[in-house]
Every structure is written in structure tokens, then in C-alpha cells.
């Protein structure tokens, strides 16, 4: 089994920045992409950023030029670094592992962590 746990949400004022992570345990092999997604109040929920297992990283419009996703393999875990935060931003951030495989016999599966806050005040 994997678990992912997120920290660094909270409160911020606008124009402040916070910094997301999110470590993956367990049974790992690989791991295709790691992501953050969050969800507002009455509002689906969207992807934030992703960034492939080759670095590549993609971005919402939303959020391109104020967000930097990196990721750590050594370490199992992805950052989210937000700047620039607005009042908009605020929603529950939920961390996601892709296609992760536990052994070279097992199939691929993703998983989700249990969200974090982010609050941003205007």
C-alpha cells in the first residue's frame, strides 16, 4: 500500500507565498507523475500542476508564472511552491501519485492524498 501525506497549507494574505509537499511511503518502484489538484467550495476539482517521472511539468492557466512544481525521486515527494497567492487560490489542495508500481509484477495505481488547506485572505 502507499500512502501520501501533504503538509504546508494554511493561512496567507494575498500577494504571500506557501510551499506544498507531499511524500509518498510504502511500496514503491516508480512513479509516472505526481501532482497537485485542489477543490474549492461548490467547485470541481481541478488540476493545479503535474510533473511527469522526465521533469516535465505542466501548469493550469490560472496559475502558470506564480506556481512551481519540482519533484524529489530520491524522496518520493513533489513541492508545490506558490506565490503571488490571490484570494481565488484558496481551496483544498490534494496531492496525486500516477501510475505508481510496487514491484516489476504489479500493475500500475494512483493515489491520492488526504488534502490540505489553503486559505487566502484578501
Known amino acids: 500500500q502507499v500512502q501520501l501525506v501533504e503538509s504546508g497549507g494554511g493561512l496567507v494574505q494575498a500577494g504571500g507565498s506557501l510551499r506544498l509537499s507531499c511524500a509518498a511511503s510504502?511500496?514503491?518502484?516508480?512513479?509516472?507523475?505526481m501532482g497537485w489538484y485542489r477543490q474549492a467550495p461548490g467547485k470541481q476539482r481541478e488540476l493545479v500542476a503535474k510533473?511527469?517521472?522526465?521533469?516535465?511539468?505542466n501548469y493550469a492557466q490560472s496559475v502558470k508564472g506564480r506556481f512551481t512544481i519540482s519533484r524529489d525521486d530520491a524522496k518520493n515527494t513533489v513541492y508545490l511552491q506558490m506565490s503571488s497567492l490571490k484570494p481565488e487560490d484558496t481551496a483544498v489542495y490534494y496531492c496525486?501519485?500516477?501510475?505508481?508500481?510496487?514491484?516489476?509484477?504489479?500493475?500500475?495505481?494512483?493515489?491520492w492524498g488526504q488534502g490540505t488547506q489553503v486559505t487566502v485572505s484578501s
Open positions: 510504502g511500496s514503491i518502484l516508480s512513479i509516472n507523475a
Open positions: 510533473i511527469t517521472s522526465g521533469a516535465t511539468a
Open positions: 496525486n501519485a500516477e501510475g505508481v508500481r510496487s514491484s516489476w509484477w504489479s500493475s500500475r495505481s494512483d493515489y
